[in-house]
């Protein structure tokens, strides 16, 4: 069954670089989800997307953004990082906002900032 | 707040014995619960949800959940371990409102099975 895409699989920035993440979700699956997680924390929300429109904002720092395309394919934009930023940043889909449906994952974008 | 918690950072079991993890959550209204599984440089694995019904959740690779409201408490469990278990664990909590549902996250809880 297809998954979760997520490109590049891992990352390496300097500090005040940007760095772009993409995310393809599900065939079907309407609704993108990025997550953040720090070494050895849990993760993260930091938006979320439905039918192309923005859904919900976690702790996104002004210094990022996402869009959602027409495809559904998601890139979260990351500007000016910082050596914080280097994280696991997973993004998960699912097929409406329906809460009965869980959130499949990614396996992860490994953003390093040196 | 809505909160998840998972009071171990990491549970030790030997193989073939019974092991649990615990989980606790305080949400406003009813709650929607999920376990997921990381393996290392993973993302992560559906294992099971409660949505509503019976509180005994069943899920993948043996593995089940109980619901007890009066503790808010959802607790992961499994008969016999494996060693092939020894990941991280994440209860995780659905929250919103139609239009907008996440989820909060457990700190995680390290299962490792000894042979």
């Known amino acids: 069954a297809a998954g979760v895409i997520q490109s590049p699989r891992h990352l390496i920035k300097e500090k005040r670089e940007t760095a772009t993440l993409k995310c393809y979700p599900i065939?079907?699956?309407?609704?993108v989800y990025w997550y953040q997680q720090g070494p050895g924390q849990d993760p993260q929300f930091l938006i979320s997307?439905?039918?192309?429109?923005?859904?919900d904002k976690g702790s996104i720092p002004d210094r990022f953004s996402a869009q959602q395309f027409s495809d559904y394919h998601s890139e979260l934009n990351m500007s000016s990082l910082e050596l914080g930023d280097s994280a696991l940043y997973f993004c998960?889909?699912?097929?409406?906002?329906?809460?009965?449906?869980?959130?499949?994952f990614g396996p992860g974008t490994r953003l390093t900032v040196t | 707040a809505q909160s998840v918690a998972q009071p171990e950072d990491q549970v030790n079991v030997a193989e073939g014995n019974p092991l649990t993890v615990k989980c606790t959550y305080s949400?406003?209204?009813?709650?929607?619960l999920f376990w997921y599984v990381q393996y290392p440089n993973r993302g992560l694995q559906f294992l099971l949800k409660?949505?509503?019904?019976?509180?005994l959740v069943k899920g993948s690779y043996g593995f089940e959940a109980e619901f007890n409201k009066s503790q808010t408490s959802f607790h992961l469990k499994k008969p016999s371990a494996l060693v092939s278990d020894s990941a991280l664990y994440f209860c995780?909590?659905?929250?919103?409102?139609?239009?907008?549902?996440?989820?909060?996250f457990g700190t995680g809880t390290r299962l490792k099975v000894l042979a």
């Open positions: 998960a889909s699912s097929p409406g906002l329906t809460v009965e449906f869980e959130q499949y």
């Open positions: 065939p079907r699956h309407d609704t």
């Open positions: 997307f439905y039918e192309k429109m923005q859904s």
């Open positions: 949400v406003s209204g009813n709650p929607y």
């Open positions: 409660y949505i509503t019904g019976d509180n």
């Open positions: 995780a909590v659905r929250v919103g409102n139609s239009g907008t549902y996440k989820y909060i």
